[in-house]
């Protein structure tokens, strides 16, 4: 089992930044990847950023290249989520994933996620 509990998120006006955090507790050595999922209002879930826990490569979404930063602190079993330059078009529930691994012979991956956190970005 994999738990994970969120922090960070609030209001931002546009152009500034918040920083999410994600902390995992539980079988984390099980974790095979970690990501950053957000729904905008009356909009469907969408990938924001990922990094895989191996090779610590990432993988961002279009619209947020070059504003958006995730990265992992494995003592703090941590991953975070640096948001710069913050538009309106950000606004969304944040959610922090995790993809765990129970047999290394198996393909399948089981997804845990934490609880949600809003962020708003205010014009």
């Known amino acids: 089992q994999v738990q994970l509990v969120q922090s960070g998120g609030g209001l931002v006006q546009s152009g500034g930044s918040l920083r999410l955090s994600c902390t995992a507790s539980g079988s984390v050595s099980t974790i095979y990847a970690m990501s950053w999922y957000r729904q905008p209002p009356g909009k469907e879930r969408e990938l924001v950023a990922s990094?895989?826990?191996?090779?610590?490569?990432?993988n961002y979404a279009d619209s947020v290249k070059g504003r958006f930063t995730i990265s992992r602190v494995d003592a703090e079993n941590t991953v975070y989520l640096q948001m710069n330059t913050l538009k309106p078009e950000d606004t969304a529930v944040y959610y922090c994933?995790?993809?765990?691994?129970?047999?290394?012979?198996?393909?399948?991956?089981?997804?845990?996620w934490g609880q949600g956190t809003q962020v708003t970005v205010s014009s």
């Open positions: 994933n995790a993809k765990q691994r129970r047999d290394p012979f198996l393909r399948k991956l089981y997804d845990y």
């Open positions: 990094i895989s826990r191996d090779a610590g490569s990432t």
